[in-house]
């Protein structure tokens, strides 16, 4: 499967909060470093991750752009709040090895109407 077709199902599970689904697009050791946090490694850790997540605020992913470059995708997304970010995607195999994203914490928090950090 391409990288191209790997993150279009990985939006389509994101999008139905579909946890199982999200970690089985991802290698057994793949990291995912969100870099408003600390990297998360391994598939098992990243579906704890997802399940928290998810119990945690409404997320959607709205597609604005979706490359591909060899055994990467490039996503530039947004949500219905206003949100943007983007992530990188290196899928080796058909499986997400590694996934880095950037988005404004601070912005996520307040439209969640979650704590806000006191450091």
């Given amino acids: 499967m391409s990288p191209r077709a790997v993150i279009e199902r990985w939006v389509e599970a994101f999008n139905a909060a579909d946890v199982d689904a999200i970690a089985a697009l991802y290698a057994p050791d793949a990291v995912n470093h969100q870099v408003v946090a600390d990297p998360v490694e391994g598939r098992e850790a990243i579906r704890a991750m997802f399940v928290r997540e998810f119990a945690e605020a409404d997320m959607t992913c709205l597609v604005e752009h979706l490359f591909e470059d060899g055994e990467w995708a490039i996503l530039e997304w ?42």
């Avoid at 219905?80 to 995607?89: I, S, T």
């Avoid at 290196?90 to 450091?119: C, K, M, N």
């Fill in 78 to 119: 947004r949500d219905p709040l206003g949100l943007r970010g983007c992530g990188f995607f290196h899928v080796v195999g058909g499986r997400i090895a590694f996934q880095r994203g950037y988005f404004d914490r601070l912005s996520f928090l307040r439209q969640q109407g979650l704590p806000l950090p006191t450091e």
